[in-house]
């Protein structure tokens, strides 16, 4: 009787219960599971365990509660409008309670990227991919360059972020002056390639290339004290 408890609570997958019952174990694994049969708590919970496992804009959970509706009713007849509604509960209760933060969240995949080296309007991009709203977008970009400013060194103040996240690219994949020195000039031409791919500009990249690291250190400031 456990063991049947314990299948049915998920879903009949047998990774979980250690045995298998019935046909179970002779089932087709790449037959795709029966989908769970929506309501207004299991969205609740089911945003609940996606934000305890990953930071999400508004918009994504949304869509991935849009996902489970649609699937509910084509498989149980679930009333659409009624799921509707309980998503928007559900999302305004994540909100009230500060479990989503559109403002905190943008800000905070914008300085993850500036770090990783993603040029602004790449960031701009991955922030509109994710469903933050347009005039989000525009305030947080101004709110990451004045904070790069502000970690920058005296010497590079009001300079160009893209330029420093180029840099901080090049030092995370190891291109030019990053290289090791033999190798520096036979690779000129596939490392400024690669800064392009990245949203960089020819002069930006060219720069970065053909700079020297003791060049480099006060503009990475700008991305090492974000």
Known sequence: MAADSASEKFGGN???TGKAKGGAKDRDPREPQKPRRVTRDYLMNYAT???ERFA???ARLEKLMHG???LSVAEYGTDPQEAEEWMKN???VCENAGFIDD???AKGRARSLLRKGKAIRVIAADLNARGIASDLIDDTITDLKHEANQAAYEEVRGTDPNIAAAAAYARRRRLGPFRRPD???EKRDKDLAALARQGFGYDTATRIINGEI???NDLLSMIDGI
Do not use: E, G, P
Request: hydrophobic share 40%; no cysteine; proline share 0%.
């Open 14 to 16: 047998a990774r979980f």
């Open 49 to 51: 365990w996606y934000l």
């Open 56 to 58: 999400a804009s508004r």
């Open 68 to 70: 489970k509706i649609r």
């Open 90 to 92: 559900v999302l305004s």
């Open 103 to 105: 403002t905190a969240y």
């Open 183 to 185: 190798q520096r000039d």
């Open 214 to 216: 003791d060049d480099l």
